[in-house]
């Protein structure tokens, strides 16, 4: 007879533990389901960190929910340079369909002194913790929100299902006590930014350079005279003997900005480029076409082997007559830098 009722009483056990199993599996589901009814935009994220800006703890939850007719509003506190509150609606917001929720909303607390027609653009996130795990639920949508006179509350009304908070397992309400947090970050429109766009063969951007008596020339290198085009000064540098490793082998061409020094730090100019040396009998020129960015560190560019001596001397190729060597520089594309104001950032 003892076994009899033990064996029953070991049966009945495992029945209610599985019933319970069931019933916890099914809560599970449900609240599940309850969170993904919530608006499909809302990010829901799990984090460690605590809310950067304020957080709000409430003991006796329970009394808090019974006493207030609607909303519980928090202290003013300041972030990103503005005041703002947190309300709460412990029974949800009903006007916005938030009944069976927490709904739970940032507001622009104190706008005296702004001017008519204000608008300030923030992105937040809300919080709630996880007392068990020590870890917080976020809430936020990623979004720009423009709090203004006309509308100065955003939130969320179903942030999250009465029946997931009030779950003790859920970690949100412990105690009676849950924690609830708000993190905002203002974007201000500074109106700092650049303005790129590229000039094609600007006014005055091709530059011709009689070099005479070539063959007396003896210094290393020779300045052409200075060019304006595209609103700066350009030179072209001559090393009729070569420069470098190529001295005594090629003819070196560089064509050089003159007025870097005008420029604010930072700046750098883009330029497509063309140099080249004339035949000047039957226009077979020779001209190489370069790309490069010039700067206040890199203020000239051009090829140490821009062309063999043995090809400028060779007669034939009409290079050098009456001992006239004659160096072009054609700027064929040109960039143009200003800040959004217009404001050119040559210095005057």
């Not at 423009?146 to 939130?155: H, L, P």
């Not at 590229?198 to 020339?217: A, N, R």
Request: aromatic residues 12%; hydrophobic residues 35%.
């Amino acid at each position: 007879m003892d076994t009899e009722v033990k064996i029953f009483s070991t049966m009945n056990t495992t029945k209610i533990k599985s019933s319970l199993e069931v019933m916890k599996k099914k809560l599970k589901e449900e609240e599940k389901e309850a969170m993904e009814k919530v608006t499909v935009d809302t990010v829901r994220e799990e984090r460690h960190v605590a809310p950067a800006h304020y957080s709000m703890k409430i003991d006796s939850f329970s009394l808090l929910s019974e006493m207030v007719d609607n909303s519980y509003e928090s202290r003013e506190f300041e972030a990103s340079g503005y005041k703002w509150k947190l309300v709460l609606y412990p029974n949800g917001d009903k006007s916005r369909n938030g009944d069976g929720y927490i709904s739970l909303y940032l507001v622009m607390a104190d706008t005296t002194g702004f001017s008519p027609g204000w608008e300030i653009n923030a992105i937040f996130k809300l919080f709630v913790h996880d007392q068990l795990q020590d870890k917080y639920l976020t809430i936020g949508d990623g979004r720009l929100k423009r709090f203004s006179a006309i509308k100065n509350k955003w939130g969320f009304p179903q942030m999250l299902s009465l029946s997931i908070f009030n779950n003790a397992s859920n970690g949100y309400l412990i105690g009676d006590s849950c924690v609830f947090g708000v993190e905002v970050f203002v974007i201000k429109n500074e109106g700092k930014g650049e303005h790129f766009s590229m000039i094609k063969d600007p006014s005055g951007g091709t530059f011709t350079w009689e070099v005479q008596k070539f063959s007396e020339l003896t210094k290393e290198f020779y300045y052409s005279q200075v060019y304006l085009a595209g609103q700066h000064q350009w030179k072209l540098k001559l090393f009729p003997n070569g420069h470098m490793e190529q001295r005594g082998k090629h003819l070196s061409l560089y064509l050089g900005l003159d007025d870097c020094t005008k420029f604010h730090a930072g700046w750098k100019l883009f330029v497509e480029f063309t140099l080249r040396i004339r035949d000047q009998v039957r226009s077979h020129h020779h001209e190489k076409t370069i790309r490069k960015w010039f700067s206040a560190s890199e203020d000239d560019w051009g090829l140490t082997s821009f062309i063999s001596l043995t090809e400028i001397k060779n007669q034939s190729n009409n290079f050098v007559v009456n001992d006239s060597l004659i160096v072009e520089g054609v700027l064929n594309r040109l960039s143009v830098l200003k800040d959004f104001d217009g404001a050119s950032l040559i210095r005057k």
